[in-house]
Every structure is written in C-alpha cells, then in structure tokens.
C-alpha cells in the first residue's frame, strides 16, 4: 500500500493545535511528530486523522515536541528526531487518568505483555484479537465484577472508551447489533454474523471502508452466558432486524455478510422490503445457495465438532469418536485440535467451548437445509473461480447479481491485503450500483 508522508503531514498541519509536524517510516510502522504550542489537553491523533485518512495511513507511534530539529540552513533534520521513547521525547501516550483506566491499562499490560499502555492506544493496533478479547472480558469479569460482552471490545477498543462503559451502573449484556463505526452519511452496511456467530471478522473491512462509512455488525444469540441460540432461520430475521431497526430505525440498508451470514442477510433484506425500507444492495462473501453448511456437519456431530472447534477437518481420524456420548466426544475433539494447534480462538476455555459450540450447531442447523425463494433485488457476490462461479445464486437472484472473483480460500477476503480491495470494490457497487445477470 502507497503512503505518502507529506499528504498525513498536510493533514496534521490543517488541525488547529499543531503548528509544526513530521512522518517518517521506520521499518514497518510510520511515526508522528507534532508540535502543538501551548500546552493543552491531550489529543488522540490517531482518532482525528481517522476523520481524513485511511487506516493504513494513521502513524501507530507519537512524538510531541517544543520544536522540529532543522540543519543549519532551516531545513527539516530528520536523522535527529528523536525514536519514540528515546530520553528528550514525550512520546505520545496518556497515562491513566483515574482508577478505572490504571485497572484496565494494567490488565492491557499484562495481555499485550508491554510495560505501559496509555489511555487512548487501540485493542487491535496493539495486535488485539477474538482470543485476547475472550481473556480480556475474563480478566474484566475478576477485576470489576462485571461480565463484558466481548463484541463491546469492538464497539470501544481504548482503555478510555472501556473506562466508560465500565462506569455505567446497569448491566451491560450482550452487544447484538456491534457499532463498528457509526460516522458519516453515506447508506450504512450491516454485516451478518457466520457460523461461529462472532462478527470479530468483520473489523478490518469496517476500517478498510473509511471513516465516513457506518458500518455495523449483528452477533448471534447464545454467544453469552444464559443465552439461548436461535434455532430458525425465521427466529433470526425476526430478532436481528428488531434490533437493527432500533438501532437504525429507517433504511436505506446495505446487508451482507460471510458464509451464512449471507444467507441470512438475505431473507432480512427480503423482511425489510416487505416492511417498506429500501434495500439497494446484497453483499455475499463466499455465502452458498445450494450448501449453506456442509452437508457432513448437519449429518454427523463429530464432523460438525471439528469444524466448529477446528476449522475443518483434523488429522485424527475421528471415527473413533462416533461411540462416544456427546459431552466425551467434545473433550475428545478439544484435545485432538489441540495437539494439531487448530483449535479455535472462541474457545479458550472449555465452558466458552461448549457455548460457541451450541451457537455453531443451531446456527448450522437453522440455515444448512434452509432454501431460498426468489429475491428480486440486486446482489453482489465474492466467490472464487471454478465449476459454480455464482454458488447457486443465479438461481435465486432476479435482480442484478455481480460476481467478483477471489482466491480459493475463505475468509482471505477479509483480511489484509485483499480486504482493501474488497473494500474498495464495495463502495463502489454502494455508489454506482452493480451489472451483471
């Protein structure tokens, strides 16, 4: 990807506070400098050069300064601006600023194993993921006393955003519509959960879209303790778009979503037309007409323990398991992904097991047999080249249906590099509609 320090140095020279700055590529990572002037309060740089730049382009690293070193004849010297952390720097970093923040920075301290994490650093810019976050609400839960959805990491991903959700006294439960970014006005894109029912997954394309995209997430029942999975495809449309229209009461929306996810974002874009809002377009990431769910899991227990635990197929052979009653065959089936280290990030403990593994069942069940009736509006597919370029959905779709090809593997299209095309490629269909069949 293409980063031109001078374009992020004109972006942070427009902002009021700084009176000087300067970015320079170290390795992997960019940094910034600022010169600000008068002290002041602290600034998140990074959440303002998200308003004007993409994410790529955001410096992970911050230096403050009185003033820019120039040579002697007043150009900018940059062989001396100082390293992040290097003696003379005040590298950009809040401290926590009241109780709640020091016991969350001191948990992200021990998660991340770095000896200081300021208020305003970012769950995922700090390498945050689904397992982490699963410790992190565990750690949350011995700390506070207070039980942490784990798509609430998703919603606030600062110390400080934590601190605030922290501090309201009523009980925070399950975050099923997941704000990923609720700036800008441009025709919010709703993203329905897969399989596992998490919609971690999600966050790189909600950043590779920009920030003058909304974007929201929809997670599935069951994901916390107490909670009963939907076992219905009509359970789920009904429940998810109660919850989306809520949150976003009038359309238009633009759906989509991973694997079935698709498929139920589907029969939501067909409910809410039904109920007067406009659906512009359907967005399918290797979502399958045919075979929502491969037919081995719906027919075989230990088949669907392996995807759900494992991703796949393990190479225990697990035959053997097929006598076992079902509680031994999930100790059976943890133990095998473990020792191949396949073992899904969702469940970090056996109880979290048992719970994704529940979600995953109902979820495959509800939408593995589940059959399409037409849809007459328009839809765009992600889908790798070969014998079903359009996986059944010509079939389905009446309206226009694109087909961008993608690599053979999954969930690639997701995450980085190809997530930015895809992103690209999306906010195009949003803003020039989509041709095909």
């Known amino acids: 990807m293409r980063v031109e320090p001078g374009e992020i140095e004109a972006a942070l020279l427009s902002e009021p506070e700084v009176r000087a700055a300067a970015v320079v590529v170290d390795g992997d990572r960019l940094i910034g400098y600022v010169v600000t002037g008068e002290a002041g309060p602290a600034v998140d740089w990074r959440a303002r050069l998200r308003a004007t730049l993409p994410d790529h382009m955001i410096p992970s690293a911050w230096v403050v300064l009185d003033a820019l070193p120039v040579t002697p004849n007043g150009k900018l010297d940059r062989a001396a601006l100082p390293a992040p952390g290097r003696t003379g720097a005040d590298e950009f970093r809040v401290p926590p600023r009241d109780p709640v923040e020091g016991r969350i920075a001191a948990i992200w301290e021990e998660l991340f194993d770095v000896p200081m994490v300021g208020v305003f650093d970012d769950f995922f810019d700090l390498g945050g993921h689904s397992l982490l976050a699963l410790r992190l609400a565990v750690r949350i839960r011995q700390e506070f006393g207070r039980e942490l959805p784990v798509a609430t990491v998703l ?252 690599p053979g593997e999954r969930v690639v299209i997701l995450f980085e590099p190809l997530v930015a095309e895809a992103a690209a490629k999306l906010r195009s269909w949003i803003d020039h509609g989509v041709t095909g069949h």
């Open 155 to 406: 919603a606030s991903p600062t110390v400080a955003g934590l601190a605030d959700v922290l501090r309201r006294p009523e009980d925070l439960g399950e975050q099923r519509v997941v704000t990923l970014n609720a700036d800008g006005d441009r025709v919010p894109i709703v993203l329905v959960h897969a399989l596992g029912g998490q919609v971690f997954r999600y966050h790189p394309m909600a950043r590779r879209l920009g920030p003058d995209q909304p974007v929201y997430a929809i997670a599935a029942s069951g994901l916390a303790p107490g909670e009963e999975p939907h076992t219905t495809m009509a359970d789920m449309v009904e429940d998810y778009v109660d919850r989306l229209r809520a949150v976003r009461p009038g359309g238009p929306y633009v759906l989509g979503g991973f694997c079935i996810g698709g498929n139920i974002a589907l029969e939501m874009a067909r409910r809410l037309r039904d109920l007067g809002e406009e659906v512009p377009l359907l967005v399918l990431f290797y979502s399958d007409a045919d075979e929502p769910v491969i037919t081995s899991s719906l027919e075989d227990d230990a088949s669907l323990m392996t995807h759900a635990l494992a991703g796949g197929p393990l190479e225990t052979d697990t035959a053997e398991f097929a006598c076992l009653d079902p509680e031994e065959m999930l100790m059976a089936v943890i133990a095998a992904a473990g020792r191949e280290q396949r073992l899904a990030p969702d469940t970090a403990d056996v109880e979290q097991a048992r719970r994704f593994l529940r979600v995953f069942r109902a979820n495959a069940h509800a939408v593995g047999r589940y059959r399409h009736e037409p849809y007459d509006g328009d839809v765009a597919l992600f889908a790798p080249a070969g014998d079903r370029p359009d996986l059944g959905w010509s079939g389905v779709v009446k309206g226009n249906l694109a087909i961008e090809a993608i």
